[in-house]
């Protein structure tokens, strides 16, 4: 393996990090905000071509973080409507993602289990 394959998905991945913290740090922008515009970025970026190549330079470091997510959202769709037609604009998005949301469920879960909630005071 290419070191430089590990360096493009550091800079990428840690420049999109960096714009979240920025975003934290610098708006009045509420996280939840801030994951959606991430999404959505995701799929308008990945719709006007912009987000593929990012991919293939980049690799995980442009498809782990959130703006990933609205990316294979778009894909699925397309992939969908494609093969289906317009049905495909209804369960594309959903096939593409079904893996990535059902680990975050199953994980959470086992970790409510095993953490203690309290209040941060």
């Known amino acids: 393996m290419d070191i430089m394959m590990y360096v493009k998905a550091f800079l990428v991945g840690g420049g999109l990090c960096l714009i979240g913290q920025l975003l934290i740090d610098f708006t009045k922008l509420t996280p939840a905000r801030i994951l959606v515009t991430y999404v959505v970025g995701g799929v308008v970026l990945t719709a006007i071509g912009v987000y593929e190549p990012l991919v293939k330079f980049a690799g995980a470091g442009a498809t782990v973080p959130l703006t990933g997510?609205?990316?294979?959202?778009?894909?699925?769709?397309?992939?969908?409507?494609?093969?289906?037609?317009?049905?495909?604009v209804l369960t594309g998005g959903i096939t593409a993602t079904a893996a990535g949301v059902a680990a975050a469920v199953v994980f959470g879960y086992f970790i409510a289990l095993l953490a203690r909630p309290g209040d941060k005071n």
Do not use: D, I, M, R
């Open 69 to 88: 997510f609205g990316y294979s959202l778009a894909t699925g769709v397309q992939e969908a409507v494609s093969e289906q037609g317009l049905l495909g």
